[in-house]
């Protein structure tokens, strides 16, 4: 019987067994998929000689993670690689934004737009070294990050206070007007605020664009060397260096609970997998408490909730092996790993509004990635392995386009919405269809498919709105990896600090379950005065027979 159960072999739940085991729990990890990485995958399933990353690609909050540094995963052969350049944003009048590692290049591709903008952004960058340590501290710890906070406030003071808090809970569209005098730095802030599910007039959205544009400013847009896997790779070689087991193909359908308490999983197999101190739960927040754990173990409050929880959007994924360079109109797209393919912060409103209104967007705004530009290994020299994702709504009330999309996405629709996807590229790099040697589709329904946690494809575990932020990530009242049934912890995406791979979560539930022991067992040596507490080994709850 191991001492911890995990539900989940994607990037948090290797990172919590990790560190379970680190402190000598012997640890199980249960994945529903024939392999482990959840949404940290990648295949040569476009063209063999092309590997091509299935979810995720790039990874700034990972290298910004101090709880995968920790974990020094490099000893485990994972390295890391950069582009030229971290992203740019081409406009059709031949202007690009270009976001570069180098402050002064940076800097100088915003001069362009408009003097003065150069400074500004120097500026912003200055509050983030004022402010980056606090931040980071606060992202990767449980809610509300009390030490973090209190280091925050002292540093909030010297950076301007209420002032500062008022900037990065403006829209980015407003935070960019007052910012910059030209359309460069608001294309930076405003795309990368797009990377998750904020609108350019959302509250917050200036924050998070501020935070993600830091983030490649200091730390670049990183890509494990030969793939989203080699990440996934060096969590599990580590894990089973310290006598972790992964299990592949096992569906947890649900987590026993015994005496008020979690005791193990059931598997789709019928197998009961006893846990002897807890069970850490890498799945949703409406997974979890909305299938896995009977409705009756949990308060009527935290279920009715739920019924409000907000997904972030669907995503639309395209791949393709490329037989030469992306033809840019913009040069410096070129060194580029990711492009942002919008026309302007405006293109962005109209893209966001036509999802808000449920209606499929007509001209996409395309997040472009050029691997092989980012790691020469992922495809033959002059070659690219390329994707492109975009946003589309969960429930399809109409087509902003001529295609009659509904959101059945059956083939036919999969094939003009992946054409809808390589026309807006086209816009950007004429030309750029020429080039396709294959290309292949994944709709959301199929990245669902591919990973549960992508509930119709969305991919941040729940929106990153204010509203399901912090305290109220997932619902409510919580904002902690603690769950209502004693020894369940919560270890996905929807908790908090929420999406990305930074393998927060994960961490967060796992030192929860070893607090909640080392807690346990002083309260109970309190509990009997003059008595040591007890060893008991092989201590646990027992699974009702099926």
């Known amino acids: 019987m191991p001492d911890a159960v995990v ?87 031949g202007r690009c934004a270009v976001l570069s590692r180098d402050l002064e290049e940076t800097a100088a591709s915003l001069e362009a737009f408009a003097p003065g903008d150069g400074a500004a952004w120097k500026e912003l960058w200055e509050v983030w070294e004022e402010l980056r340590t606090g931040v980071l501290d606060a992202m990767f710890t449980p809610f509300p990050p009390v030490r973090a906070g209190a280091r925050m406030a002292l540093r909030l003071r010297g950076a301007g206070g209420l002032r500062l808090a008022r900037t990065l809970l403006l829209p980015v569209r407003r935070l960019g007007e007052e910012e910059f005098r030209g359309e460069g730095g608001r294309l930076l802030l405003a795309g990368n605020a797009l990377h998750a599910d904020l609108a350019p007039e959302a509250t917050g959205s200036g924050g998070f664009g501020w935070l993600m544009s830091m983030l490649g400013q200091t730390y670049g847009f990183p890509v494990p060397t030969g793939g989203a896997g080699a990440l996934t790779a060096a969590l599990a070689r580590r894990l ?54 009977d409705e009756r173990h949990l308060p009527g409050r935290l279920l009715a909730d739920l019924k409000r929880f907000q997904w972030d959007f669907a995503t639309f994924k395209v791949d393709w092996a490329l037989n030469g360079s992306v033809p840019w109109t913009c040069p410096e797209a070129a060194q580029a790993g990711t492009v942002h393919l919008a026309e302007g912060v405006d293109g962005l409103t109209r893209f966001a509004a036509q999802i808000a209104m449920g209606r499929v967007p007509d001209e996409p705004f395309a997040l472009f990635g050029q691997m092989t530009t980012a790691d020469p290994s992922r495809s033959p020299r002059g070659t690219e392995s390329a994707w492109a994702y975009t946003h589309v709504p969960h429930r399809v009330r109409g087509d902003a386009g001529d295609d009659g999309l509904t959101g ?106 070893l607090r909640r022991r ?15 507490c007890p060893r008991r080994r092989n201590a646990g709850f027992p699974l009702p027979r099926s």
């Open 7 to 93: 539900i989940g072999a994607g990037p948090n739940g290797l990172v919590a067994a990790n560190l379970l085991a680190d402190a000598g729990w012997s640890v199980e990890v249960l994945e529903a998929q024939d392999e482990p990485g959840g949404a940290v995958r990648h295949d040569r399933g476009v063209d063999p000689e092309f590997a091509s990353d299935l979810f995720s690609a790039f990874y700034p909050l990972a290298a910004a993670s101090p709880v995968l540094a920790g974990l020094r995963l490099e000893r485990e052969g994972l390295g890391w690689s950069h582009a030229p350049k971290v992203l740019a944003h081409p406009l059709r009048d």
């Open 240 to 293: 089973a260096r310290r006598g972790g087991a992964v299990r592949c193909g096992e569906r947890v359908t649900e987590v026993v609970v015994r005496g008020g308490r979690a005791v193990g999983v059931r598997t789709a197999g019928g197998e009961a997998v006893a846990a002897r101190r807890a069970v850490l739960a890498g799945v949703s927040a409406p997974a979890l408490y909305g299938s896995l754990v």
């Open 408 to 513: 059945s996405w059956d083939a036919r629709e999969q094939e003009a919405m992946a054409d809808r996807v390589e026309a807006q590229v086209e816009r950007y790099a004429p030309g750029f269809r020429g080039l396709i040697r294959a290309r292949r589709v994944l709709a959301p329904p199929t990245l669902e498919s591919m990973d549960a946690n992508l509930h119709g494809g969305a991919i941040n575990g729940g929106t990153t709105a204010m509203h399901q932020q912090l305290v109220f990530r997932p619902t409510p009242g919580t904002g902690r990896p603690e769950t209502p049934v004693p020894g369940l912890y919560l270890a996905s995406a929807s908790a908090h600090p929420g999406g990305g791979v930074h393998g927060a979560p994960g961490a967060n539930a796992a030192r929860a379950a």
């Open 518 to 532: 080392r807690t346990g067992a002083l309260s109970h040596l309190r509990s009997r005065p003059g008595r040591r």
